[in-house]
């Protein structure tokens, strides 16, 4: 979680500066997207266990097309909403 972890949160910040593409995974917590609404795109797995880590693995790399809505509301930093419940990508199949 990275709402208490300055230097990590100061780490992601400066990486997505670099004009690089990055990519941070962001585990168990939808919400550690507030720390990041610049963020072109982020992906919640809400595990860690190993079937969770293949499957962002394979979205990843493009060997599946990620789906999935948000069960919560993100919040913004300064007190709106950066994401509502719902908000993701649904399947269109």
């Known amino acids: 979680h990275l709402g208490p972890n300055q230097g990590q949160r100061e780490l992601v910040r400066r990486l997505l500066g670099s004009g690089r593409r990055v ?6 917590s939808p919400y550690d997207a507030t720390w990041f609404p610049s963020a072109p795109a982020q992906v ?4 860690t266990v190993p079937v969770s880590m ?23 930093p300064g007190g709106g909403v950066l994401y509502p419940f719902g908000h993701g990508i649904a399947s269109t199949r």
């Open 54 to 76: 293949l499957a962002l693995a394979h979205v990843l790399s493009g060997d599946i097309e990620p789906t999935g809505t948000l069960p919560v509301r993100i919040p913004d």
């Open 23 to 28: 990519i941070v995974v962001l585990g168990s």
């Open 44 to 47: 919640a797995t809400y595990s």
